[in-house]
């Protein structure tokens, strides 16, 4: 079992920055892949960013995200964030944090526990 709790959500301007994080307990942190997801009001929830580790970190983005966040890991800590930067209105959504104990994965499906969700709301 693992236990997810996010926190760092908020209001923000456009072109603003928020860094979320993502705290995880019950299970060996660093053998899992840990994802982020976004829900818009009447869409799925979609990728975001996912990150593992094979010997060396390895990441992956949603193309509406990169250059923009970044996903990272402190395995002392049992902790992912995301940091966002640029922040669009279209970035509003409540963000998930997921761990996934298989492959990295931009598939919701491949995700074996969710956190409650965080409110991100960037105004225009």
């Known amino acids: 079992q693992v236990q997810l709790v996010e926190s760092g959500g908020g209001l923000v301007q456009a072109g603003g920055s928020l860094r979320l994080s993502c705290a995880a307990s019950g299970r060996t942190f660093s053998s899992v892949t840990m994802g982020w997801f976004q829900q818009a009001p009447g869409k799925e929830r979609e990728f975001v960013a996912a990150?593992?580790?094979?010997?060396?970190?390895?990441?992956y983005y949603a193309d509406s995200v990169k250059g923009r966040f970044a996903i990272s890991r402190d395995n002392a800590k049992n902790t992912v964030y995301l940091q966002m930067n640029s922040l669009k209105p279209e970035d509003t959504a409540v963000y998930y944090c997921?761990?996934?104990?298989?492959?990295?994965?931009?598939?919701?499906?491949?995700?074996?526990?969710w956190g409650q969700g965080t409110q991100v709301t960037v105004s225009s």
């Open positions: 990150i593992t580790w094979r010997g060396s970190t390895i990441t």
């Open positions: 997921a761990a996934s104990t298989s492959r990295l994965s931009a598939q919701h499906y491949d995700y074996n526990y």
